[in-house]
């Protein structure tokens, strides 16, 4: 089996076209058979070789890998259509001997007219064969006087076209409706179900897997595989994205491209293994599913009908499960981008400011969605600020309570007698000071947040003080941000408050 996935590269990779390049890396993956790359890329006023690149990339991101494609080639290149013109001009002039092409003339002005006139009377908007009646001499002239013309298919006369399809089942067009397409537009570039027709032929794809706006191009392309001498491909039509309001999933739903998922910190296992669920189902409960297992499971006849709906919350749950399994060593890695752009490491952190990284950040990583929202979370560590503290309306009504400033006071003692904390340093900690004041539960452990973190709340204080002296012990050469530590904090806290 030969799949393909054929993007064209005018902009970022939409998490809808990365469903479609998934389900047909599944699909082959899973049978045994070629992915096939191929770039549509002869819109040349939009196609940029940088989007090329980034869909590239991205694709690798998400973990697909292909075949044949214009970065590998592969026995059935180019695989560019813009490399493959003169095939496209072979292919029309064969079709224009034969009398199945012919050259259309009509100008834009026309064929809008033509159409609006289709409108209002309710007739199928079709092109009206202006041209198809041209006798060769009249076209030559023409020609020779340099009109510009398009090049349309002269579609045979049918009662309907009929195919079957993976996902829908027979599917069957009236040929009413079956307008004679341009096949080669009046600067000499091939249209869209003309090349694919001529490139899926030629690449031997067995499988056209692909999105729903495209079963209603078929018709006219199992037309031109049967002028052309070409068997068709079985077909695959996928239910569009959408989002959550049954909508076509659009900008106004947040992140839609994979690399705006990608720079926000979701996890390329994540995503895949997301998108493979929206609008297939492994057909059990199981909704965490390492690529391994999507490719022994993935079956394109198990595809839905149904449009599948992209939840961001769901992607959320599922990119918390798979952060949550992450590596100490490859959260690390993940993470310290974040913390740069936070201003909380250097451009180049050493091997023990990016183990502290790794380490503060597998204490955020259950309480977040994505390795974005980590530094966030940590931001007490690297912006301890007293004043900020109490310029809280709220902190500062806490820590003027008679019980509190007690124990605020005890606990800068305590810690200045102490070395840096640890867990159990933490333990002997809060027993001196629950000792000295009488004072326990949250009586006891809120001014120590407090004085501590200079937060009202967040990350257990058990796991949030080891991290504050670990930070504290870093050298400034590890390229970590200086961290204050413990006995510091409640220091200047106490002083701040008139307590020492």
């Not at 539960?441 to 809120?446: D, E, N, Y």
Request: charged share 25%.
């Amino acid at each position: 089996m030969r799949f393909r996935f054929a993007p064209s590269p005018t902009g970022l990779l939409h998490v809808g076209n990365a469903r479609t390049a998934l389900f047909n890396w599944l699909a082959a993956r899973g049978s045994g058979g070629s992915m096939v790359l191929r770039i549509e890329d002869t819109n040349a006023e939009h196609s940029t070789g940088e989007s090329e690149a980034r869909i590239l990339e991205d694709l690798r991101w998400m973990g697909m890998s292909w075949d044949e494609g214009p970065d590998l080639g592969g026995p059935f290149g180019p695989y560019r259509q813009s490399e493959r013109l003169q095939t496209y001009q072979a292919y029309s002039d064969e079709l224009l001997g034969r009398g199945t092409a012919y050259h259309c003339f009509c100008s834009p002005e026309q064929l809008e007219a033509d159409r609006r006139a289709a409108v209002a009377t309710g007739r199928p908007v079709r092109y009206a064969g202006t041209c198809r009646t041209l006798s060769g001499n009249v076209v030559r002239r023409r020609l020779d006087a340099g009109e510009s013309a398009a090049i349309r298919f002269s579609v045979p006369e049918v009662d309907k076209v009929e195919f079957h399809d993976l996902v829908h089942g027979t599917v069957s067009f009236s040929g009413e409706v079956i307008g004679d397409p341009i096949i080669v537009r009046s600067d000499g570039r091939p249209a869209y179900n003309f090349a694919v027709v001529v490139d899926d032929a030629l690449m031997e794809i067995s499988h056209v897997v692909r999105g729903e706006d495209h079963i209603s191009n078929t018709p006219r392309q199992l037309l031109l595989y049967e002028a052309l001498g070409f068997s068709p491909p079985v077909f695959a039509h996928l239910s569009l994205v959408m989002g959550p309001d049954r909508t076509p999933l659009a900008k106004r739903h947040g992140a839609t491209s994979v690399a705006e998922f990608r720079t926000r910190g979701y996890l390329p296992e994540a995503l895949t293994n997301y998108l493979a669920l929206v609008g297939w189902s492994p057909g059990a409960d199981d909704e965490i599913l390492p690529i391994e297992e999507l490719v022994r499971r993935f079956r394109i006849d198990d595809v839905g009908q149904r449009a599948g709906v992209f939840d961001p919350e769901k992607l959320a749950w599922v990119n918390r499960n798979y952060l949550k399994a992450l590596s100490p060593s490859r959260l690390a890695t993940l993470a310290v981008p974040f913390f740069q752009q936070a201003g909380f490491a250097g451009a180049e952190p050493d091997g023990g400011g990016t183990v502290f990284l790794g380490y503060i950040a597998a204490l955020a990583v259950g309480a977040v969605d994505r390795l974005e929202q980590i530094p966030e979370r940590l931001k007490f560590l690297f912006e301890f600020d007293v004043a900020e503290a109490l310029s809280d309306p709220e902190i500062r009504r806490e820590v003027e309570g008679s019980e509190a400033r007690r124990v605020i006071a005890v606990l800068a003692v305590e810690l200045s007698a102490r070395p840096r904390l640890d867990a159990e340093g933490f333990l002997d900690l809060k027993a001196a000071v629950q000792n000295e004041t009488g004072c326990k539960g949250r009586a006891l452990f809120h001014p120590i947040r407090i004085a501590l973190t200079g937060c009202g709340d967040g990350m257990e204080l058990d796991r949030a003080v080891p991290a504050i002296d670990r930070g504290a012990e870093m050298l400034s050469a590890s390229g970590v941000r200086t961290v204050v530590g413990c006995r510091e904090r409640a220091v200047a806290f106490a002083a701040a408050l008139g307590l020492s």
